[in-house]
């Protein structure tokens, strides 16, 4: 696989050398999955691969997917390394020992304690909790939706996330013979499931709607999930406008881009500072040359002779609220394509007797490894209560 997204010898040696040993270890204090970046590094620094990856994939079944994804505020925030000169590139280093030497010789010969869970949803979170359960003697069947595995890691763009690893990731986890996978089955109810003999049902549904925009003429604009999906069905030049300014905006106006935009401009209602992005993710759109308009808002899309219009306004901050400033709406002709990424919602859901809920669904869009988390919180309450 390309190398930009493992580390060579030397820049693994380099990294791990750098690791100081931390008492406290506040890298793994800072991961929601518990990983302990302390303890992979030490194993990997006396060529001890195997309980290297012991520890990454017993804390997290996902630990290529978020080596790759995990956002810099997690263990690489917490690193002491950064009050010296930068810290560990953890994720790369976490990915780069699985890509070497996962071997997939999992612990599969587990007793079946005659209790079976459903859950719905193969993405991070339903994943996650499958493992933890499977691990624990307990029968799981996954009913996804779609017709694969991954969930919303699927609309990551490939630069940053190919299939290959999130397939690793699973590969992994299906090793245990407790654990089956049933694509394309959508579940109506989860009570359902209760009825037909699962003794508990986690529903791990994820974030299905974009948030709408709420402005006329919004039916010419496109949500960053059709588009994420498959870029490559709409319009692959011009000039496209992006709605939004965090992680999925980014991930949208990047894609653009290297599907063949002539420009890409991104509309943002707050400050170049108060985007929630990476250095990383800044660097992408500085690479790809992104128009950043800032303090701005989009109040109508209106479309004529194939071409669209943007009305937009400037906004400010009175006493730290967001406001528009009247009399500034201008028009901005010539788009061919508006894509909306301001975020996604689920309906609200509460855990019931015997249904739990895990991942995005539960607590809003956040992180892989978060997803992760939030699975396994919910597979070891499922395993105290049973
Ligand atoms: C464009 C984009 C970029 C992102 N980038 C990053 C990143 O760089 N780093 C990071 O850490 N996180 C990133 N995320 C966030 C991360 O992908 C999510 O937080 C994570 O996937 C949530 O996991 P989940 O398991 O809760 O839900 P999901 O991954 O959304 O999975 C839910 C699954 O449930 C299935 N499902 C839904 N309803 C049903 C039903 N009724 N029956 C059966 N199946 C059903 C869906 O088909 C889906 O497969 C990104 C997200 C997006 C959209
Ligand atoms: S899972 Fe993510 S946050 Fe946790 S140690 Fe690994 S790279 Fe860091």
């Known amino acids: ?115 079976q869970i459903a859950i719905i949803g193969a993405g991070p979170a339903g994943m996650a909790a499958a493992e933890k359960l499977a691990s624990n003697g307990f029968r799981v069947a996954i009913f996804e939706a779609s017709d694969k595995i991954g969930g919303a890691l699927n609309m990551i763009p490939d630069n940053r996330l190919p299939f290959e690893v999130i397939k690793k990731d699973w590969d992994f986890i299906a090793q245990n013979k407790l654990i089956s996978l049933h694509l394309n089955a959508f579940v109506t109810n989860p009570e359902h499931l209760l009825q037909r003999g699962f003794c508990a049902v986690i529903v791990a549904s994820g974030e ?105 306004c400037k906004t400010h901050f009175i006493n730290g609220k967001l406001e528009e400033i009247e009399g500034t709406t201008i028009k901005r002709p010539n788009f061919d394509m508006v894509i909306k990424a301001i975020g996604s919602s689920a309906p609200k859901c509460d855990d019931s007797e015997n249904i739990f809920y895990a991942g995005d669904c539960k607590n809003g869009g956040s992180t892989v490894v978060e997803a992760v988390a939030s699975g396994k919180d919910v597979a070891q309450k499922i395993i105290e209560k049973f």
Do not use: W
Not at 63 to 75: M, N, S, Y
């Open 1 to 115: 696989m390309a190398d930009k997204f493992y580390l060579n010898q030397v820049q693994f040696n380099a990294e791990i050398s750098r690791c100081l040993n931390c008492k406290n270890q506040p890298c793994m204090k800072a991961c929601p999955a518990g990983c302990n970046p302390n303890d992979f590094i030490q194993y990997a620094q006396n060529n001890d691969f195997e309980n290297a990856v012991k520890i990454i994939c017993n804390a997290n079944p996902m630990g290529q997917t978020c080596g790759l994804v995990c956002p810099d505020k997690f263990c690489m925030k917490a690193c002491t390394r950064a009050n010296i000169d930068f810290p560990i590139n953890i994720p790369r280093v976490q990915a780069t020992i699985l890509e070497k030497h996962r071997n997939n010789n999992k612990e599969t010969d587990i007793a079946y304690n005659n209790k």
């Open 208 to 312: 299905p709607n974009c948030i709408d925009l709420g402005i006329e003429g919004e039916e010419f604009s496109i949500s960053y999930l059709d588009y994420l999906k498959t870029p490559e069905k709409y319009v692959s030049s011009g000039n496209i406008a992006i709605v939004g300014g965090g992680a999925v905006a980014t991930d949208c106006a990047v894609t653009a881009r290297i599907n063949g935009a002539d420009n890409v401009e991104m509309f943002i209602r707050r400050r170049v500072c108060d985007m929630r992005i990476t250095e990383e993710e800044r660097k992408a759109l500085i690479k790809n040359n992104i128009d950043l308009t800032t303090m701005t808002k989009i109040k109508k899309i209106t479309k004529e002779n194939d071409k669209l219009i943007l009305y937009t």
